[in-house]
């Protein structure tokens, strides 16, 4: 935890000189990382609240990509605080902006949805959203993130008793390897 409280103290003394850089985009960089360690320390009712704070600086922002992380955090905490509609909207914007810019992105929104309704114990919507991150990661060939993938989607056959699938998507995974 102690590393996590350095981030943030660092985080928090960075903050005021992005702000008095008067730069949206490094002041709205600061927010969400800030956002996300309070995430990762599981207090999510003060992370949303700190990253609704970006909200006054993303009109001015430029960078599809820190608007997908915005999107996307807000989407698990919401998901955290289990509010999975306030999460699919989020995730669902993220997939528009992707679509937009850099449609190989969607891969985490697919894989991040499917681990959603995965832990919600919804199998056939997260096979959907599994196949759909397959189906990007796959063709583009980036290792990691289809290796990604590939063991949470095996994981998910598993818990479904799909052997067939399973075997073949294990097999895939160690043909990786």
């Known amino acids: 935890m102690a590393k996590l409280d350095s ?9 005021p000189y992005a702000i008095s850089s008067k730069n949206d ?15 990762l320390q599981n207090d999510f009712s003060d992370g949303i609240k700190q990253l609704k704070q970006a909200d006054a600086y993303l009109s001015k922002v430029s960078s599809p990509e820190l ?6 955090w807000n989407a698990r ?6 509010k999975s509609d306030s999460s699919m909207y989020y995730y669902h914007a993220s997939e528009q902006v992707n679509e937009k810019y850099n449609p ?5 929104v697919y894989y991040n949805m499917a681990q959603m309704f995965k832990r919600a ?3 056939d919507e997260s096979e959907k959203y599994f196949i759909k991150a397959y189906a990007l990661t796959k063709p583009k060939g980036i290792r990691m993130d ?12 598993y818990l479904t008793k799909k052997a067939g699938q399973f075997a073949s998507l294990l097999d895939e995974q160690q043909k990786m390897m």
């Open 7 to 15: 981030g943030l103290y660092y985080i928090s003394k960075g903050l």
């Open 25 to 39: 985009e490094l002041i709205t960089k600061f927010i969400i990382e800030k956002s996300a360690l309070h995430f």
């Open 67 to 72: 608007l997908t992380k915005y999107l996307n």
């Open 77 to 82: 905490f919401y998901e955290a605080l289990h």
């Open 104 to 108: 190989y992105d969607n891969w985490v």
């Open 121 to 123: 114990e919804a199998y």
């Open 146 to 157: 289809h290796v990604t993938v590939l063991v949470e989607f095996a994981d998910l056959c």
